[in-house]
């Protein structure tokens, strides 16, 4: 990629912008465009990437070699369509990342929950023990120095995203398969067209590669019934290669011996909460010992690695209250995470200011959605956060259905349609020894900054 000029639509995108990142590193001409300004934006303005805010056909530089859209960029973009006409080579997020996985040991990160945790996890043990991976996470790690590097080593480790089949673009030698449920019904009508989607990712893995699975899913077991590629599995007992045994918790953290069949690798203590966290643990822990990564450092890494932003993050306090921001947003992401600030933390009260993420999601998950809040005191609701649906999918569901159906089940919900009202709302109930939990894929995270400044 050296000396290309490339143009990213939609680059403050999480997966964009740390691709963005790596071709700048890569010695490539980076410029690109978003809706809005964020960190994301800043930060490749900073680092040398012509960035417009806004998007326009004159976004695009006079001279250029490659176009790339992020998925959620349509096909009425100003942008796109002007790269069309100009024709130019357009490709997708997903196209760009097969093409620089291609050039190296590809590992990819599948799964409907915990990509991003394990996707770093990964990237950290291989960094760790001096292998110099590149990578691309869908989330910063402050360890790792963001959420992307373009390292001289052999490695390249990414996310494997099921949305729109984008996974199907990557050229994997390894990959795991954390966990697969229905997440994506825009994209997905039913769990037997997801399930084909993850077997088809399957399926790209060479005889000679490596599928790390996890034990205790049925539907990953489905998936991975025809491949070519070898199986190790784990899981949370011996019937699984990768397993924790003399497995521990202390105020929510684990600590295991991590064994490999009847091997004992040494003691992991995560700093991470949560028993998802130990499945994501043996799944990093698999993949990296594949890549010859000897059990010191394997377990060093593991013990030391502090996860990624916006996954059980404590943001400060406030009135004596904790605040943490989540990005969970599927029913039983919702249920782990709860469980696992209850047992961290052991609040007085829990509360929960919850943005759903895409009204087709929230309409089809519905009550899936209003039974995973079984662990919080006060659930709060904004608005849907609108992304990737139709004005008439957006007609037909929205937050104050979700706060009947949490009412319903017996819980205590409020609807409040704007951010800052909800931050407003929580600030003036709040008391000492309550955790604050804002949760969800979109901008919910700016409730936690508005508490953190009134706090200051």
Known sequence: MTGRRIHLIGVGGTGMSGLAAMLIRSGAIVSGSDRIESD??????????????????????????????????????PELTAARQRSCEVIGYADLLGRLMAQHTGIAVSGTHGKSTTTALTAYILTHAGLEPSFVVGATSRQLGGGSAAGAGEHFVAEACEYRQSFLKLVPKMAALLNIEHDHPDCYPDMKSTIESFAAFASLLPADGLIVANNEDRYVAAATEAVRAPIERFGFDSRAEWWPDELIREQGRFSFELCRGSER???????LAGRHNVANALAAGALAWHCGVKPEALVEALSRFEGTDRRMTVRGQINGATL?????????AIQVTLRAVAQEFEPRRLWVVFQPHQHSRTRLLLEDFARSFGRADVVVVPDIYFVRDSELERSLVGSRDLVERIQANGGEAAYVPELADAAEYVRQRIRPGDVVVTMGAGDVWKVADELVQRAG
């Open 40 to 77: 994301a934006t800043r930060h490749l303005s900073e680092v040398g990437a012509a960035i417009h805010i806004g998007q326009r056909p004159d976004n695009l530089p006079t001279e250029l070699d490659l176009v790339v859209a992020s998925a959620a960029v349509n096909e009425s973009n």
């Open 265 to 271: 690798l040494g003691r992991v203590t995560l700093t």
């Open 324 to 332: 943490i921001d989540d990005y969970a947003h599927h029913p039983t």
